[in-house]
């Protein structure tokens, strides 16, 4: 395929994800754990723009709120991108871009930010650049970044294996409307990982697709798919910040379907029965003082793609 946008400048709208399922295996040798995850993109979106800069030039400026705890320039995992694109191209010298990333994603919220913009940028880099690239390369690029790109990429719900990167999509139907509890603080991906290796340090028993799940999706049956949510990581997201139980259980005790941590956290995500009911819960965390970042988003949406 051809990515070519005639213009100077590109954008790109790339999703945030929660995982209605993460198994995990123990850690391997070379550090990562296998896991069975199911992904749900989810409408809370960054927007990745690309302009022609001169060659071999990458920059990479973030803009919003949490923009200060963001890495630019090469740091930054969109830099990598750009840079890793440039040089399957064969042209590292010839090729230039400067990134704005405007961020509304959770900044180590456990929705895959960073990925987010890494997707983005490829996706980006590609269109300005006129590449010839399919879209199947641009996710074996994207893997190289991070375990999460392939799926920003690629949106929708879908099932992750190996270090969540190899995808297969999932039947689901209907809309799923969640609140999610954000957190100030975040949590660092890597140490959940280390608590949970010393949580379970054989890991998931057996490492499977949770079936319920599945089932609960392909009828579009939200209250099933409440009870069936499931995180090995919640323990070790919720053991290293205790401080949360509270907004979890008091989640679930005012009506929602489920509750579960993101990914490595530390973001709760809750299913609700309708977008109402999303409201409704809203309110009622607000007004017991909990929950002091809460958003209203709905899944499945698609991955990312072209607004210009
Ligand atoms: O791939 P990504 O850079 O997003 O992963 C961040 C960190 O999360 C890794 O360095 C690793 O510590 C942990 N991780 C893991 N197993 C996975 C995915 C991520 O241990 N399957």
């Not at 750009?82 to 230039?96: D, F, P, Q, T």
């Not at 954000?182 to 379970?200: H, K």
């Not at 008091?250 to 009506?255: N, R, V």
Request: aromatic content about 4%; charged content about 20%; some cysteine.
């Amino acid at each position: 395929m051809k990515f070519s946008a005639d213009c100077d400048h590109v954008v790109v709208r790339v999703p945030g994800k929660i995982n209605l399922a993460l198994r995990s295996g123990p850690r391997r040798p070379d550090g990562y754990h296998d896991l069975v995850t199911i992904f749900q993109a989810v409408s809370v979106y960054d927007n990745v723009r690309a302009e022609h800069a001169p060659p071999g030039e990458i920059s990479v400026e973030v803009l919003g709120p949490k923009a200060a705890a963001v890495p630019t320039g090469l740091a930054n995992l969109a830099g990598q991108a750009a840079a890793r694109l440039a040089a399957w191209a064969g042209a590292e010298h010839r090729l230039g871009v400067r990134l704005v990333i405007e961020k509304d994603i959770p900044v180590t919220g456990g929705m895959a930010g960073g990925s987010a913009d890494a997707a983005g940028a490829l996706l980006a880099c590609a269109t300005l650049w006129d590449l010839s690239i399919d879209s199947a390369r641009l996710a074996v690029l994207g893997a190289e970044l991070g375990a999460d790109v392939p799926f920003c990429l690629r949106g929708g719900t879908a099932l992750g294996v190996n270090r969540g990167d190899q995808l297969t999509p999932v039947l689901s139907r209907g809309t799923y409307h969640w609140l999610l509890a954000l957190d100030e603080q975040g949590l660092s991906t890597p140490a959940v990982f280390s608590r949970f290796d010393q949580l379970y340090p054989r890991g998931s028993q057996p490492l499977k697709a949770e079936q319920s799940i599945c089932d609960a999706l392909a009828k579009g049956d939200a209250e099933q798919l409440g009870k069936a949510l499931v995180n090995d990581l919640q323990p070790a997201a919720l053991n290293l910040r205790p401080d949360l139980w509270e907004v979890y259980s008091s989640g679930l005790e005012l009506g929602a379907l489920g509750a579960v941590v993101s990914g490595s956290g530390p973001t709760i995500a809750f299913l609700c029965r309708s977008e109402a009911a999303a409201i409704e819960l809203s309110v009622q965390l607000s007004s017991e003082g909990l929950g002091h970042n809460l958003r209203r988003v709905h899944g499945p949406v698609p991955g990312a793609r072209l607004l210009i």
